[in-house]
């Protein structure tokens, strides 16, 4: 018989959505559990890394451990007191929304480190997390998307500019968070600057877009080489747009239509758009795709792709696919061998030339 897998658990992370992690990893390892070994591995908000007894993960506490870049070591999770060995994961599976956990730099480690792990890779993870590299990658694909403007700095003379070239309303966004941290609707000049501001304080390079009187439809992507789209979901958000508090308040009234109410020549459209946009920056294992329907005309638009979704219970990514047959604990099972088969596609590489 053979053991079950054991799987590491990183959660929590340095970034704006750590808050956020931690409730995406409670549901994961309650659902992992059935049938994987779960090591809950803590990543505080100061970058330290806390391996936890087996169990619930917690917001705090646990032992300080290491992996080492190498693949000599294994993937073991050694002490940083003494690098006395703690545990040896078959697989790494990271729930680390925003900055250092969804955008490449942990999925670095774990490729140095050559072991396993869950979800895209570090292109895609990079690419997907900066929006201005997603749209230019999108834009390449030849994908319909909402016009936008990139900042790298306050300019007063293009902040002119914006209102002039894309209307009113505009969405201002730093360009490598999620969860809508620091997204602001702007609906005069007067906003701008403020909106700007806020989105600096978490990036230095920061997107505004064009605002559109859209449906907001999302859909979930899985697998490697020859992904599948789920049904897809409608979001009718509470208030003016999906912002963090719509998405994550307990107060929030959002209300979610699982399958979306589209026709379904629009489903297929939609579906069809998310796996153009998923191999567009190259993706693997999972992700969320996030499109538009502008309520006029019925234009479909991408907004953006996720590689790391929220993942509770409850959150569209699990929501879509349990829709679509698939049940919460069989597609973790799923996302867990899909990482170890890319992970053995990668191993069997050549690293050498041999001519």
Known sequence: MNPRPTVALLFGGRSGEHEVSLRSALSVAEGLAERHEVLPLLVEKSGAWRLQPPGPPRPDGGEPVFLAASP?????????????????????FPVLHGTY??????????????????????????????????KSLFAEAGLPQVEHRVLFARDAAAEAGLVR?????????????GSSV?????????????????????????????????????????????????????????REFYDYDSKYSAESRTELYIPARLTPAESDAVRSLALRAFRAVDAAGYARVDCFVEKAGGRLLLNEINTIPGFTSISMYP??????????????????????????ARARLRTQYAG
Do not use: C
């Open 182 to 238: 620091a997204v602001s609707k702007v609906k005069t000049r007067e906003a701008l600057a403020p909106a700007l501001e806020l989105a600096f304080a978490y990036d230095r390079k920061v997107i505004v877009e064009r605002g559109h009187d859209v449906r907001e439809i999302e859909v979930s992507v899985l697998g490697n080489e020859e992904p599948a789209a789920s049904v897809p979901g409608e979001i009718v958000p509470d």
């Open 101 to 134: 956990g969804e955008d490449g730099t942990v999925q670095g480690l774990f490729e140095l480190a050559a072991v396993p792990y869950v979800g895209a890779g570090v292109l895609a993870s990079a690419a997907s997390m900066d929006k201005a590299i997603m």
């Open 72 to 92: 000599e070591d294994g993937g073991r999770l050694r002490s940083l007191r003494d690098a006395r060995e703690l545990a040896r994961p078959g697989v790494f």
């Open 319 to 344: 929501k879509l696919w349990q829709a679509s047959g698939l049940a919460y604990g069989e597609l973790l099972a799923r996302l867990v061998a899909l990482g170890i088969e890319r992970h053995g």
């Open 165 to 177: 070239e894309l209307g009113l309303p505009l969405f201002v966004k730093p360009a490598n968070l």
